[in-house]
């Protein structure tokens, strides 16, 4: 039963703040304490409907509204979440855990998918050919395609609601947001300000819960295109159900990145990479990069990586100097103390123990230092399962072309690096690496979006493109673009914008 003494979350339906009727609460408790933050309902069947119901009457307008009302929308909106960042950023890490740095990058990334749709004029171009045949033309039109949803995880609060309705609005879609139950505090804020940039009512609405609400969005037939973010196992499940229902699907899901370290690389930067790829965020990043293969004689490295680690400062998020903040739920740290005991008891070596941590005036915390296990083979469960937690699992491999097959074999994709000075064998990982292993279409807009054609309808099928990124460092504000000799990063999941799939 809700206790009235607590915040409650609200659902959004219809450019409204309205408390949920439901009897049926969760709550969302502060990672560093577990002291309750807020109450979150599982909003009511009627209230969803509602939901749908003002998204897809919003459609009718919203659609047909012009591009650039819609642009002007978007640089106000951007201005809005700049001036708002800090306190967006303050709710992430009560709610999230992440340290302040951290959740501010997280604000950013998102804030920079919105700068980017303030461009929407010339990325809505369609695309034209005259002359196709004797007599006759073809062209394209890029147009929306109605009530779209986003089901996403509690890792990044800001970031990844971001990458999902702005973007669907921009192109003239309405939208249906479900947050994570555990860290909605973010998505409130994002849609708050989104009318206050003048996201008219119905275009953007939020309910809240966990199975009951996945199900509707995936069996609700005005719901056209479906955008999830989270784990395998709830990704495996949307991606089924909201298939058979006829929807769109995107599903980005969880991942086993590796790192390949080679004897050439630059050791000083290769350990601080990875100490920040590691544990950066508490591990808890699909793009962290949690398994090591140590290639040849670097693995005389492993002892000063252990050092290193050791450094890092474990406490709550917003006190200053800490690198790694709490896990998000006692259930989270459970979890991953069972997997590095696993692989003890498998037997990898435990090189490094963070599973006794206490943080003092935080003892309540989920807190679980930095840990490495080395001697790790492909068949333990450490390896086989995402760990999302502080823990760097350590292979060996005697040469370049054993570890790019034991990446290749790995069922994840998401991401891989290599840190190495040579140009020749960052080419050759480059080319012989696959990480495309996710079940999505495309995971940008154009989900959101059908070509038309007087011909023809283009629907959007799977792609590739192999992108550089910075690397994930401790401060995801702070990325550097890494040259070629010390870290390539081939990152699969992410286009341009627009694709052309
Ligand atoms: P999660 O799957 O537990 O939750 C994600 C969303 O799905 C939530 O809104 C939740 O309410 C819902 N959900 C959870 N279990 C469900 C189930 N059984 N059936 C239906 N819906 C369910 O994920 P999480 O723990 O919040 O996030 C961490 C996971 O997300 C990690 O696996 C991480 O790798 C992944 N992730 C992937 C990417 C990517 O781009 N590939 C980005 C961020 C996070």
Redesign the pocket.
């Known amino acids: 039963m809700l206790l009235l003494d607590e915040p409650t979350t609200k659902n959004f339906i219809n450019g409204e703040f309205l408390e949920s009727k439901t009897s049926e609460w969760i709550d969302v408790n502060n990672p560093a304490t577990n002291e309750i933050v807020t109450r979150v309902p599982k909003s009511t069947p009627d209230e969803m409907q509602a939901a749908v119901d003002a998204a897809s009457a919003a459609y009718e307008t919203w659609s047909r509204e012009t591009v650039m009302a819609r642009q002007q929308i978007m640089f106000k909106y951007q201005a809005l979440i700049k001036e708002n960042l800090k306190e967006i950023a303050k709710n992430i890490t009560l709610e999230q855990g992440k340290t302040l740095i951290d959740a501010e990058g997280d604000v950013i990334r998102g804030l920079q998918v919105v700068e980017h749709l303030c461009s929407i004029t010339s990325l809505q171009l369609g695309e034209t050919l005259p002359g196709i045949a004797k007599d006759m033309e073809t062209y394209t039109m890029r147009v929306p395609i109605g009530v779209c949803a986003g089901?996403?995880?509690?890792?990044?609060p800001a970031m990844?609601p971001l990458w999902m309705f702005p973007v669907a609005a921009v192109c003239g879609n309405t939208y249906i947001l479900?947050?994570?139950?555990?860290d909605p505090g973010a998505s409130m804020m994002l849609v708050e300000l989104a009318q206050q940039a003048g996201i008219p009512p119905g275009v953007i609405n939020v309910i809240h819960g966990?199975?009951d609400a996945?199900n509707f969005i995936c069996e609700n037939p005005a719901i056209r295109a479906v955008s999830?973010?989270?784990?395998?196992?709830?990704?495996s499940?949307?991606h089924e159900k909201a298939s058979k229902n006829g929807k769109r699907v995107q599903c980005?899901?969880?991942?086993k990145n590796h790192g390949v370290v080679m004897p050439d690389a630059n050791k000083e930067n290769t350990l601080n990479q990875l100490v920040g790829a590691a544990f950066g965020a508490a591990g808890q990043r699909?793009m962290a990069l949690s398994t090591a293969i140590f290639v040849g004689d670097a693995k005389e490295w492993i002892p000063d990586l252990v050092e290193r680690s050791k450094n890092l400062k474990v406490n709550a998020g917003d006190q200053p100097g800490t690198d790694i903040g709490p896990l998000i739920s006692p259930e989270a740290k459970k979890r991953v103390l069972s997997l590095v005991q696993s692989g003890v008891d498998e037997g990898a070596s435990l090189v490094l123990d963070g599973r006794d941590v206490v943080v003092q005036g935080y003892e309540k915390g989920n807190f679980v230092g930095p840990t490495i296990l080395s001697d790790v083979k492909n068949d333990m469960t450490c390896y086989k399962e995402?760990i999302?937690g502080p823990v760097l699992i350590i292979l060996n491999a005697d040469t370049l072309d054993d570890a790019i097959n034991l990446i290749n074999s790995n069922p994840y994709g998401?991401g891989t690096a290599i840190f190495t000075t040579n140009g020749a064998t960052a080419k050759k990982f480059t080319e012989r690496i696959d990480v495309d292993r996710?079940a999505s279409t495309c995971p940008s807009q154009c989900l959101f979006q059908c070509s038309r054609s007087p011909a023809r309808r283009v629907v959007p099928r799977g792609h590739q493109l192999l992108r550089q990124t910075g690397n994930p460092v401790l401060h995801p504000g702070q990325d550097n673009n890494s040259a070629i000799g010390r870290k390539r990063m081939c990152h699969i999941?992410r286009p341009r914008w627009p694709c052309r799939c």
């Open positions: 089901i996403t995880p509690f890792n990044f990844i479900k947050p994570s139950e555990r966990q199975h996945v999830f973010v989270g784990s395998d196992i709830a990704g499940y949307i980005n899901m969880g991942a699909c995402e999302f998401n996710s999941r």
